[in-house]
Structure formats: C-alpha cells, structure tokens
T-cell receptor, first 113, second 112 residues
Framework: DGGITQSPKYLFRKEGQNVTLSCEQN?????MYWYRQDPGQGLRLIYY???????QKGDIAEGYSVSREKKESFPLTVTSAQKNPTAFYLC????????????FGDGTRLSIL | DQQVKQNSPSLSVQEGRISILNCDYTNSMFDYFLWYKKYPAEGPTFLIS?????DKNEDGRFTVFLNKSAKHLSLHIVPSQPGDSAVYFC???????????FGTGTRLQVFP
C-alpha cells in the first residue's frame, strides 16, 4: 500500500531536549511538507521540500530543522529553541505543481514532560 | 494576514439534510481551491478541489461552488451522513506554488 508513515504516534520531550519526528513516503512524490496543528487552529506550514537536498522555511520555522537526503524521507527536528513545542505534527507529500492534493500521514502528537 | 477564512467553527446538521461549509479568501489570483476532511488523531484526507476557471465541481455527494466575485467557496454535502462528522478545511496554493494555506476548519456534526 502506498502512503505516508509518521512515527512515533506519541512523543514526549523533556525541557531542553531535541527530538526528531520521522516521515517516510512511498508514493514517489517529489514534494514533502511539515505542518503543525494547535487546538482550534488550522494547519500551519513549518518547512517544505520540493526536491532532494533542498528545503524552504514555512510560516513558523523558528525552533525547527529538517533534512531531505532521500526522496522518501523528510525528518523534522524540534529543537530546544522551540518554546512551545506541544502540538500535533503532520507530514504530507504531493506531486510537484500548484493545486496538487497533498497526502497526509496520521500525525505525531508531541508533549512536554 | 489570513488569506483564507472559515468563519464558522462548527456546524450541526441532521442526517439526510444538506451540510454547507463556507470559506472566504482574500487573493483573487489563486488558481485552485481544495477541501480536506479530518478525523481526530488522523491526518487530513483530500476531498475535492476546484479550478478557478470553474464555478462548480461535483463528486458524488460532495459539490464545491466557487463565487469569484465574492471570493467565496462553499462545500455542499447532500445527503449528510453520520460518517461525515469531522473537521473540514479549505486550502489554497499561495503564489501558485506547491504549498497550501489552510483555513482554521469547521467542525461538522451530523446527528441521527
């Protein structure tokens, strides 16, 4: 089955720790994205990548970092510089091109201990 | 600066009736408009889209209407079913890029 896999589903972080969220897709999509969802809010774009070894900041990139070493993988690191990391994180991928539907994983819920 | 707004945070509809979800946008240059459906603790799933050159697109029980003069988008679900209960997001690609900007969502509840 083609799709996007995010792991883990739940993640706990201590203050001052960096954590990495995994996102893997087998849809052969060029573009990948990371979003954050907070209660009562829409999805806000953190980072996106249109091609391997290249990525751009979204609207709320501060305190996050990404890499795109392989087409299938787009891990997100939540650094200690992110002051309010508790949220639901969603990874997506799409074919390149405006208006192409993005396909989402089932998300990772990050909480601070 | 919200480029896409969903002003109704929630909507409650009886099973079998029509559900109408609304979305307003500010930029007349958007090429496409998309609707997503999201269940709790899951990722959104793509529902239906419409090109800016059309004013209506239909897929089964789902129809999206685009009113460019009013910069308004609506999703009609008819007949509504309990399984349609979810949060619905409209989304647009800014600057005709691969990115999407999402509205804040409308929670639809379909009751028997």
């Amino acid at each position: 089955d083609g799709g996007i896999t995010q792991s883990p589903k739940y993640l706990f972080r201590k203050e001052g720790q960096n954590v990495t969220l995994s996102c893997e897709q087998n849809l052969n999509h060029d573009a990948m994205y990371w979003y954050r969802q907070d209660p009562g809010q829409g999805l806000r774009l953190i980072y996106y990548s249109q091609i391997v070894n290249d990525f751009q900041k979204g609207d709320i990139a501060e305190g996050y970092s990404v890499s795109r070493e392989k087409k299938e993988s787009f891990p997100l690191t939540v650094t200690s510089a992110q002051k309010n990391p508790t949220a639901f994180y969603l990874c997506a991928s799409s074919i390149a091109g405006s208006g192409q539907p993005q396909h989402f994983g089932d998300g990772t819920r990050l909480s601070i201990l | 600066d919200q480029q896409v707004k969903q002003n109704s945070p929630s909507l409650s509809v009886q099973e079998g009736r029509i559900s109408i979800l609304n979305c307003d946008y500010t930029n007349s240059m958007f090429d496409y408009f998309l609707w997503y459906k999201k269940y709790p603790a899951e990722g959104p799933t793509f529902l239906i889209s419409i090109s800016s050159i059309k004013d209506k697109n239909e897929d089964g029980r789902f129809t999206v209407f685009l009113n460019k003069s009013a910069k308004h988008l609506s999703l009609h679900i008819v007949p509504s079913q309990p399984g349609d209960s979810a949060v619905y997001f409209c989304a647009v690609p800014p600057g005709n890029t691969d990115k999407l900007i999402f509205g804040t969502g409308t929670r639809l509840q379909v009751f028997p």
